[in-house]
T-cell receptor
């Protein structure tokens, strides 16, 4: 079975500093991986996805993630946090082309 | 707004009552999904439809839960004889299903509270 583990339940950063959200995956074959963001009172929004093309994936709002097969990781980064980045972030693996398996989530707070 | 729409946004019900939620997907999407999200957890897959056919149901979907998608358009999720453990956010998503890993677009969810 495929699953993801988000290593931090909460990350707090200062505005303008880098953000790193860590995710490890478990899969018997090359998975499809995603990062979704959930702002309060809004639907989940896709940030980026990896589907076995480039290992460095660029997403919306300045986020990017790197797929590292040797480390079974798919960490999400952003060089400079903005107040609007405060939200819940989910690392997601897809075992097939229709089902998404979500991690427990990482809450990001941004300090002014 | 042409996104995924869910109604109602909030529902408070007494234990033992039946509730029904509705999801209107993006119009050209042929796949529709239901997920459940409890506090502090990520969403969990419940079921999905390809057009009007329900192709998979999670073990989380007990016999008190039923989902339909008549005519392959909107979908309803009914919970019979609600229990306090059913309290959660119920999320609906849709995708066009034309290829591998096409993006799923999520609605804002229906928050159910069973008292």
């Amino acid at each position: 079975a495929q699953s993801v583990t988000q290593l931090d339940s909460h990350v707090s950063v200062s505005e303008g500093t880098p953000v790193l959200l860590r995710c490890n995956y478990s899969s018997s074959y090359s998975p499809s991986l995603f990062w979704y963001v959930q702002h309060p009172n809004k639907g989940l929004q896709l940030l980026l996805k990896y589907t076995s093309a480039a290992t460095l994936v660029k997403g919306i709002n300045g986020f990017e993630a790197e797929f590292k097969k040797s480390e079974t990781s798919f960490h999400l980064t952003k060089p400079s946090a903005h107040m609007s980045d405060a939200a819940e972030y989910f690392c997601v693996v897809s075992p097939n082309d229709y089902k998404l398996s979500f991690g427990a989530g990482t809450t990001v707070t941004v300090r002014a | 707004d042409t996104g995924v729409s869910q109604n109602p946004r909030h529902k408070i019900t007494k234990r033992g009552q039946n509730v029904t939620f509705r999801c209107d997907p993006i119009s050209e999407h042929n796949r529709l999904y239901w997920y459940r999200q409890t506090l502090g957890q990520g969403p969990e897959f419940l079921t999905y439809f390809q057009n009007e056919a329900q192709l998979e149901k999670s073990r989380l979907l007990s016999d008190r839960f039923s989902a339909e998608r008549p005519k392959g358009s909107f979908s309803t999720l009914e919970i019979q004889r609600t229990e306090q453990g059913d309290s959660a956010m119920y999320l609906c998503a849709s995708s066009d299903g034309t290829g591998m890993n096409t993006e799923a677009f999520f609605g804002q969810g229906t928050r159910l509270t069973v008292v």
